[in-house]
């Protein structure tokens, strides 16, 4: 743009043009355009495409079988020869593993981490090759792009939703699942597993059970524990399900009736328990200029009318007796799914890099501290770099851009 103007304005000024002076306009118009269809391509987004992965039979943690498991996958980047630059993303709570890009160019936004992954961004596309699969029982599975297996999946021997016979699963599971699929394309070894929140506790696990498959080990806004304080924390967000008449013991399926105002609750919770004061009171109105809640004992206040109509919006493509599986997922979470996850941690490998957000109140910095301190204690280097802004535990998914340049660093240095 700024090219064109100059070239205007210079053939303004130069009515009765000097020798040769139009041969220079044509070569910065030509240059202009260049410069314009490298925006253009710099400025598309990068397309992906949603895969599947199935197992047959799949036997959980607590030696259960699951008939049929599928999960679907999405990759960025180019796999080399030797199959050595494949980073895996694990994702948070409720996401999926539309990590970064676009499906299509009109989509309305690219992936949860797409400030960070792409071409000559910190995860580098041109050097790396990008996993990312769904979990079991992810919250999204009335998203049209989630594959993934789960209370609401038919039950090849009934012929009916699973509901709560669905099997307890934990994140050994999810990172079981991961290592199939890996298995099934000959990756052998991972330069990197990254994660935020409980993308985090899958990373950790990954590191902590396959120590000589995982090269380096990043878990964003996460821990390598969960103590009664935060499981208790994470209950909170079950009750609201349990506790609406429509859910029927997550007997629902296929019912005109759902527990859609429970989930609408339990999403609501999670958004606050996410979020800092900070950047919570920027965005929702303050109770003392709403006028309602002055006059009527029963008026809610307005913001959390708008938290819960946003919450609403966020439940249609979700599933209430998934969002239940997750929550006991996170809050069995240990290390090695062991008791002692100080002592399982000691079988990690990998070079470490933490990055907790600053003003996190779900998973605050100090668990990442300990973990990293526990680390330290077998030897290993592990580093922590804190993730600044308003939002808290959010600040790993909004605003991991901020640690763009020491994630980048750590993932080239040797």
Not at 136 to 152: E, M, Q, R
Not at 227 to 249: G, S, Y
Request: net charge neutral.
């Amino acid at each position: 743009m700024s090219v064109y103007m100059c070239s205007f304005d210079l053939a303004k000024q130069h009515r009765i043009a000097k020798p040769g002076f139009w041969l220079t306009l044509a070569l910065l118009l030509n240059l202009s355009l260049l410069l314009f269809m490298f925006q253009a391509a710099a400025a598309e987004p990068l397309l992906v495409k949603k895969q599947a992965f199935e197992i047959s039979n799949f036997r959980t943690q607590n030696q259960q079988t699951i008939s049929k498991v599928r999960v679907g996958w999405e990759a960025y980047g180019k796999l080399n020869a030797d199959k050595s630059n494949v980073i895996l993303i694990t994702h948070y709570f409720s996401g999926t593993s539309h990590a970064a890009g676009k499906y299509l160019p009109q989509d309305a936004v690219p992936g949860y981490w797409d400030a960070i992954i792409g071409p000559g961004k910190a995860i580098d596309t041109n050097k790396f090759y990008v996993i990312s699969s769904d979990t079991l029982v992810n919250a999204n599975v009335k998203d049209p792009h989630v594959i993934t297996t789960g209370p609401a999946t038919i039950n090849p021997a009934t012929g009916k939703p699973y509901g709560l016979s669905f099997p307890v699963v934990t994140i050994r599971d999810f990172v079981e699942v991961q290592r199939a699929l890996l298995d099934s394309l000959g990756i052998n070894k991972l330069y990197a597993v990254i994660g935020p929140s409980m993308g985090s506790f899958q990373a950790i696990e990954w590191a902590t059970v396959y120590p000589e498959r995982v090269q380096r080990l990043v878990p964003a806004i996460g821990t390598a524990y969960i103590d009664a304080w935060t499981a208790v924390r994470l209950e909170r967000w079950a009750q609201p399900i349990k506790n609406d008449p429509h859910w029927q013991q997550g007997d629902y399926y296929g019912k005109t009736q759902q527990p859609e105002a429970g989930l609408a609750r339990a999403l609501a919770y999670i958004t606050q328990d996410a979020s800092n004061p900070q950047g919570f009171n920027s965005r929702y109105p303050d109770i003392a200029t709403d006028a309602a809640a002055h006059q009527d004992i029963l008026a809610e206040p307005l913001a959390w009318q708008q938290l819960l109509a946003q919450a609403k919006l966020r439940a249609v493509q979700q599933d209430a007796n998934h969002l239940l599986y997750l929550v006991r997922a996170s809050q069995l979470w240990r290390a090695g799914m062991g008791d002692n996850w100080q002592q399982s941690i000691r079988q990690i490998k990998a070079k470490t890099l933490f990055l907790p957000a600053t003003g996190d109140l779900l998973l605050p910095p100090a668990m990442a501290k300990l973990s990293q301190q526990q680390l330290q204690a077998t030897g290993n280097q592990a580093t922590l770099t804190e993730i600044p802004g308003q939002w808290g535990h959010l600040d790993g998914v909004l605003g991991i851009q901020a640690v763009g340049s020491q994630l980048a660093e750590f993932l080239t240095q040797p």
